[in-house]
């Protein structure tokens, strides 16, 4: 499951030589990147694991559902593209800063059911992509 994943996942990423792939805002600045584990972890530069991708959807480690992975854009409830890859949003992106050490992930909640998914939009959210994935934390 988690090859097929990769391989889905990879014509929409461009890896780096540890398989990571940054993740950036509408600004182009890098917020966080998913790591090539078990869990397809979402970091912040920060090093705090925030989410996980579970198939086509996103959840924090509060079980909640954040949103869906689509071609490498991710999308809110509403539909709104929040965040993406760099070849998905294909506008200017800022440098990648050095990215601190990984925290240890917490344990997964039971995730709640994800909802219907709207239709998607052609615009960003007004949201801010880095509280959109700190909201799968409990801290």
Do not use: C
Request: hydrophobic letters at 35%; aromatic letters at 20%; glycine letters at 10%.
């Amino acid at each position: 499951m988690k090859y097929l994943l990769i391989l889905i996942f990879s014509t929409s990423f461009i890896f780096t030589q540890a398989q990571e792939v940054s993740l950036f805002n509408s600004d182009g600045k890098a917020i966080a990147y998913v790591a090539d584990d078990d869990d397809l972890t979402i970091y912040l530069w920060s090093g705090k694991p925030v989410a996980y991708v579970s198939g086509e959807n996103i959840y924090g480690f509060n079980g909640k559902h954040l949103g869906w992975w689509a071609n490498g854009i991710i999308r809110d409830h509403d539909g709104n593209a929040i965040g993406g890859t760099k070849n998905a949003i294909s506008i200017y992106t800022e440098y990648e800063p050095y990215k601190a050490y990984k925290e240890y992930k917490p344990y997964k909640s039971y995730k709640q059911y994800a909802p219907y998914k709207p239709y998607w939009s052609s615009s960003w959210s007004n949201g801010s992509f880095r509280m959109f994935l700190l909201g799968g934390i409990t801290d």
